[in-house]
């Protein structure tokens, strides 16, 4: 007895193909492996794109923030199914869609709480292998005038410059900032030098009579507030 032949996705109902789905009932009703599968494109003889946007969307525990991390080449080697055009496909709209998340409006957002700079850089820091740091400068009344990356550097460390933090404040003018870098290891509690960076910059703008409002660490998923912990006063 033979095996039953896989359907290909032309095969399915029309209200069940992908693209046809979208015309029909619109962007919103597809699931993350039908919106991947149209990234796909198509299958392999014995699996269609959606049951092999399934399986790598499992394989990164259905996270899209996991399957963003993932690089080309991994893609292709573990993916019957998956060239090297497929696999930059997938990247290119996984880093687009975090780069739409990154976007702001700068004029009309407001910081209030820690939870609203996270949720500023989050898109922006969630998924990178190696450390950036980042000053956000805010007006009098809390809204964001600009967001500025001062360094980017290893799986572990980033040089800080004090000189390009403190100049970027004074050109835009800033009445407060908030610093933030993530932390690609995951553990979210600072280190000394986090500490010390932090102190040398609330003591040098203290000088130019700009306040330092909170310093956060962004990990996956959780940060850490020196402003929460009672540690920016």
């Given amino acids: ?28 009703s597809l699931s993350d492996a039908e919106l991947l ?48 055009a497929k ?7 996984l880093e687009l869609g975090k780069r739409r998340n990154a976007q702001v409006c700068f ?16 898109p922006l820091l969630c998924d990178i292998p190696h450390e950036e740091f ?3 400068l805010l007006n009098r009344s809390s809204k964001i005038t600009n967001r500025i990356k001062i360094s980017q550097g290893g799986v572990s460390e980033t040089i800080v410059d004090l000189k390009m933090i403190l100049k970027e404040a004074v050109l835009h003018l800033a009445s ?5 870098h993530n932390h690609p290891s995951g553990n979210p509690l600072p280190s000394q030098n ?7 910059v609330k003591d040098s703008c203290r000088l130019v009579d700009i306040t330092v409002l909170d310093h956060l660490i962004v990990c996956d998923g959780r940060y850490y507030s020196y402003a929460d912990e009672g540690r920016i006063i």
């Fill in 1 to 28: 007895m033979t095996d039953s032949p896989k359907l290909r996705v032309k095969d399915w109902a029309e209200e069940d193909r992908p693209r046809e789905k979208i015309l029909l009932k619109g962007i919103h």
């Fill in 37 to 84: 599968a149209i990234i796909i494109g198509s299958g392999s003889k014995n699996e269609t794109a959606v049951g092999l946007a399934q399986r790598i969307l499992w394989s990164a525990g259905n996270n899209l923030g996991k399957l963003g991390k993932l690089p080309v080449k991994q893609l292709v080697s573990e993916f019957k199914g998956i060239g090297t």
């Fill in 87 to 93: 696999a930059i496909s997938i990247v290119a709209a």
């Fill in 107 to 122: 004029p009309q957002e407001t910081i209030l709480s820690s939870k609203d700079t996270f949720q500023h850089f989050y």
């Fill in 134 to 136: 980042w000053v956000l």
């Fill in 176 to 180: 407060s900032i908030i610093l933030c």
């Fill in 194 to 200: 986090d500490d010390l960076i932090t102190q040398r």
